[in-house]
């Protein structure tokens, strides 16, 4: 099992590119996609997901181009997208029925499946009352029952956390780690807690381009000793974000706890600390040029 | 002056939203038409039989008036009706909500921005009929005379059209699909009205005549008198051919006060109508809807359904799945698209649809045809959704990237929509071969199929449900005038069915070609 991704761009206009040249090779794991708003991760899980097309460069799923046939991966394909709606006069439970029979699953998998998410997602009570009644949250937990309808080996979820409450998030977090095995999980969000908790790898994206691509804990080394932690006086936040990467910032009673990215010690004050995802993370696309 | 600002925005930022839309290009590419075939003589007045006025500025302006009075009177509605619905549908309407912006001046603003999407057309169509008068004007080209009318009579129509789009935005049942049937019965009656009473009075009343028939008409049979003391007071509209038609010279409408002020009063009964709408307005605040029976799973209200107890987290477990994946099961699909075209109807609606079939059984041949137009009419804000339902319930994300989305989903649908029409008409049918009526029974076969494809089409085509709903109630209409060139469903023996059958084809193809463009391109989905 193998996804590839080959030069890929999506040009929208003349002047704006929605990804470029992107390359990256997956085997089964999961895979958090992180990266600003606007970097790019909502183009590239689109096209992963056969809904648009690229401008240039090729995907492959086991060496299948998926531009030129398409439902090669849509037969194993789970998608989450980040927008979307439902039909509101449909129950909970009708609607998977209807998205079990566009995925095509035999009617004895469908319903054994269909229950056996109702658990997982938690809405087992609620499955029989019409979708327009749903909160957001629990429109989410429907969105994610339905990408997970026909066990996929590529399952793509695009900021799935969105609207979820901690503990939903939570057992969203623990469901990917089940899942995880033999399928590739692309995870693309901007929380980076989520990533930390479940990726195997991170890909970090920024302004169309991949920035990076390891797993967490290499990405974690490369900050080692240059994450440093002081209590500084409020008037100076101004001008350490001016010179630093500013990765965090607690106010205290006699001034500001600051988390600072920074190759050596910014102020006698500070002290080393270790090093988490969101320093590194933030200091990537710093370095890049581009703010979150 | 804050106001005044404030309105200005408002009417603005609406306005350059819809001129942005390529349905307003659309809109825009066939009122340039329609000027061009009114100005170049081709949509003609006359007076009956075969009395025509000689093509001048006055003729030209005149014309024009008809053409946009009557057609963008109709279709003008459709174009314009929606932003308030839009203001639900993206939200923006809750952020306004929270500003001090008034109710009044809210319905207002969207008022001017429909009068101005509207009055932009007029404004095309004055500048096409300019330049078509001084190439084909047979007499000196006077601008005023030209101008007038579209000022006097057809820019104060428009006015109301866009009040009427306004305030049927604001009432919630209105809103939707059935507004837009109301609004062409409306319209079709009170064309009807004007119609029927046009010889009887030239003294015009702006209120039975906004269209400006009575007006118009009036003074070119007298025109046509004046030459031809032998011409009837009578006066049509049509695209009929003369062959030797006897020419006489109208010089317009002498604008007097007498007939400019009742027409500039209609611009007030407009605003009137615009703040009118104020008070139906619910501000985005759903529950203020006191009037609506609908249930609140329906109205799209989130918490109406109450959290369930937790589960342990770490208890969900999922079985791998052993089954096949990817193959197509018309049964099940079908049965999916059925259920999702039948549900969210309340139980008189099935009670009225067994009604009509019911009566298409025990009534004499000629009223169940007539039976079998109301029993297909009735799935009419079902059929619209065909085609465009991923769109308006933003699921085509999840729709499109399921396997084979083109030769499995989309004709799915297309064959619920024909089975729910045949089962509707399936008392017709009976009747019709126990009659032994075989051009009924094709006609019947072609309305199942061509009426499900000119859904398809339309809906995959415009991604909205009023392009169907509009053309569809039309031809409904036209069934009932039993009018040989519509008639699609053999309701009389020169029923061109078979080529309404060809037709159903090409929309199939039309909407096959489009779906697989919306697939493969960014079109669809960005």
């Known amino acids: 099992m193998k996804l590839t991704i080959e030069h890929l761009s999506k040009q929208y206009r003349r002047d704006l590119w929605g990804l470029r040249d992107f390359d990256l090779e997956l085997q089964p794991g999961v895979y958090g996609l992180l990266g600003p708003n606007g970097a790019g991760k909502s183009t590239l899980m689109r096209m992963l997901a056969t809904i648009t097309q690229p401008t240039a460069g090729a995907i492959r799923w086991n060496d299948a181009d998926i531009g030129k046939s398409p439902d090669v991966l849509r037969a194993v394909l789970g998608y989450l997208p980040q927008d979307f709606g439902v039909y509101p006069n449909l129950t909970g439970l009708e609607f998977l029925e209807y998205m ?117 804990e290499k990405l974690l080394q490369r900050l080692d000793g240059q994450v440093w932690q002081w209590l500084a006086a409020t008037d100076e936040l101004a001008a350490l974000k001016q010179k630093h990467v500013l990765s965090g910032t607690v106010r205290h009673t006699n001034g500001m706890q600051v988390r600072v990215v920074s190759d050596t010690a910014p102020t006698r004050d500070a002290q080393s600390v270790p090093a988490n995802l969101e320093d590194v993370y933030l200091s990537l696309v710093a370095a890049n040029g581009s703010g979150a | 002056m804050k106001t005044l600002r404030v309105l200005y925005h408002l009417a603005r930022a609406d306005f350059l939203e819809r001129t942005r839309r390529y349905s307003f290009l659309l809109m825009l590419g066939l009122v340039l ?154 319209f079709m009656f009170a064309l009807a009205t004007t119609a029927a009473t046009i ?44 062959a030797n038609p006897r020419l006489f010279m109208w010089n317009g409408i002498a604008w007097t006060p007498r007939i400019v002020l009742p027409r500039v009063a209609l611009l007030l009964l407009a605003l009137g109508l615009a703040l009118l709408a104020a008070a139906f307005f619910d501000r985005f605040n759903p529950t203020r809807v006191w009037w609506s029976k609908r249930k609140p ?130 008392g017709a049918l009976l009747r019709f071969i126990l009659a032994g009526e075989t051009i009924s029974i094709l006609g019947w076969l072609t309305g199942v199929v061509f009426i499900s494809s000119l859904a398809l089409a339309a809906g995959v085509l415009t991604g909205s449900s009023k392009a169907f709903e509009v053309i569809y109630v039309f031809l409904m209409y036209m069934q009932t005038q039993q009018f040989p060139p519509f008639d699609f469903m053999g309701m009389t023996p020169a029923s061109p069915w078979y080529g309404y059958a060809l037709l159903a084809g090409l929309l199939l193809i039309a909407a096959a070609f489009a779906r697989r463009l919306q697939l493969t391109t960014r079109g669809a989905v960005r």
């Not at chain 2, 039975?208 to 049509?236: H, K, M, N, T």
């Not at chain 2, 045809?369 to 319930?393: D, F, N, Q, Y």
């Open chain 1, 100 to 216: 079990a029979a566009i995925k095509g699953l035999d009617g004895k998998s469908a319903r054994r499946r269909i229950d056996e998410l109702l658990i997982v997602v938690n809405l087992v009570d609620a499955a029989r009352r019409p979708l327009g009644g749903y909160s957001g949250g629990m429109k989410q937990r429907v969105g994610i029952a339905q990408a997970l309808l026909n066990d996929p080996q590529l399952l793509i979820v695009d900021e799935p956390t969105v609207g979820l409450d901690p503990e939903e998030r939570v057992r969203f977090r623990n469901l990917l780690s089940d899942l995880s095995g033999e399928r590739i999980i692309i995870l693309s969000t901007h929380i980076v807690s989520d990533v930390e908790a479940v990726a195997t790898e991170i890909v970090v994206v920024s302004q169309g381009r991949k920035l990076q691509q390891a797993t967490p």
């Open chain 2, 199 to 242: 010889s009887t009075s030239a003294a015009d009343n702006p209120l039975l005549d906004v269209a400006g028939f009575r007006l118009i008409g009036g003074s070119v049979a007298q025109a046509a008198r004046a030459a031809y003391p032998e011409a009837s007071s009578g006066f049509a509209f049509s695209i009929t051919e003369l």
């Open chain 2, 33 to 186: 038409w329609l000027g061009y075939l009114s100005a170049s003589g081709q949509f003609r007045m006359r007076v009956p039989p075969d009395y025509l006025g000689v093509i001048n500025s006055a003729w030209v302006g005149a014309t024009m008036t008809i053409t946009v009075t009557l057609l963008l009177g109709w279709f003008g509605f459709y174009l314009v009706k929606g932003s308030v619905s839009r203001d639900y549908e993206t939200g923006v309407g809750q952020i306004m909500a929270t500003t001090p912006l008034s109710r009044p001046l809210y319905t207002a603003g969207k008022w001017l921005s429909n009068f101005a999407v509207l009055a932009l057309m007029i404004l095309m169509l004055a500048l096409v009929g300019i330049a078509m008068n001084l190439l084909v004007g047979t007499a000196d080209f006077n601008l005023w005379a030209l101008s007038a009318p579209l000022l006097f009579v057809a820019l104060p129509c428009m006015a109301l059209v866009a009040a009427i789009a306004v305030l049927f935005d604001t009432i919630s049942w209105l809103r939707g699909g059935l507004g837009n049937i109301v609004y062409f019965c409306g």
């Open chain 2, 297 to 426: 799973a329906e109205r799209g209200q989130p918490g109406a359904v109450a959290p369930a107890a937790a589960m342990p987290i770490a208890s969900a477990r999922l079985t791998p799945l052993t089954g096949t994946r990817g193959r197509f099961r018309l049964d099940a699909l079908l049965m999916a698209e059925l259920k999702l075209f039948l549900k969210g109807q309340p139980w008189w609606w099935y009670a009225i649809a067994l009604c009509l079939v019911a009566a298409q059984l025990f009534t004499e041949l000629t009223i169940t045809r007539v039976l079998l137009v109301a029993a297909w009419t009735w799935p009419i804000l079902i059929l619209s959704g065909l085609g465009c339902r991923e769109a308006r319930h933003d699921t085509r994300q999840i729709v499109f990237s399921a396997p084979h989305p083109l030769l499995h989903q989309l004709p799915a649908a297309w064959l619920s929509a024909c089975a729910v029409l045949a089962l509707l008409g399936s």
